[in-house]
């Protein structure tokens, strides 16, 4: 069977990357998976992990994408989606639809999640807050 694809093989070993910061948010680091230079741009992947205590959360926003879902891999995260709190476990999957209104506001010490988002240099647009935020759980 001929290749008609143009994205290329990839293979990332735990042990090849670092999380580092400098990604979307400051108090989180981030592992690139190597997905967004197989696909040329076309997905993104990459970890997600805590790194700061929940203090002032994501704020409002919605992202200009085709697809995008997170998947919990450790502890968990609180969002409101529209006016939903909606809370994340680890072994949750969460498709959010495009131009989603949300809010991290809450997560685990221990918090870790896959997030796969086409294309990938998909934008991030600070949106009107939808209703008020609860307050983010004390790390102890």
Request: with cysteine; glycine share 8%; aromatic share 12%.
């Amino acid at each position: 069977m001929l290749d008609r694809t143009s994205t290329l093989f990839s293979h990332v070993k735990g042990s090849d990357g670092e999380y580092v910061s400098g990604g979307l948010r400051d108090f989180f680091l981030y592992r690139d998976l190597g997905i967004a230079s197989a696909t040329h741009g076309k997905v993104i992947a990459h970890l997600v992990k805590a790194n700061l205590p929940p203090e002032e959360g994501t704020g409002w926003h919605r992202h200009e994408a085709d697809f995008q879902i997170v998947i919990m891999l450790k502890g968990w995260a609180r969002f409101m989606y529209e006016d939903q709190v909606t809370l994340v476990e680890a072994g949750d999957c969460v498709h959010q639809r495009p131009g989603i209104r949300h809010f991290l506001f809450d997560y685990s010490p221990d918090m870790e999640y896959l997030e796969i988002v086409s294309p990938a240099d998909f934008k991030t647009v600070d949106v009107e807050p939808v209703c008020e935020i609860p307050k983010p759980t004390p790390w102890v």
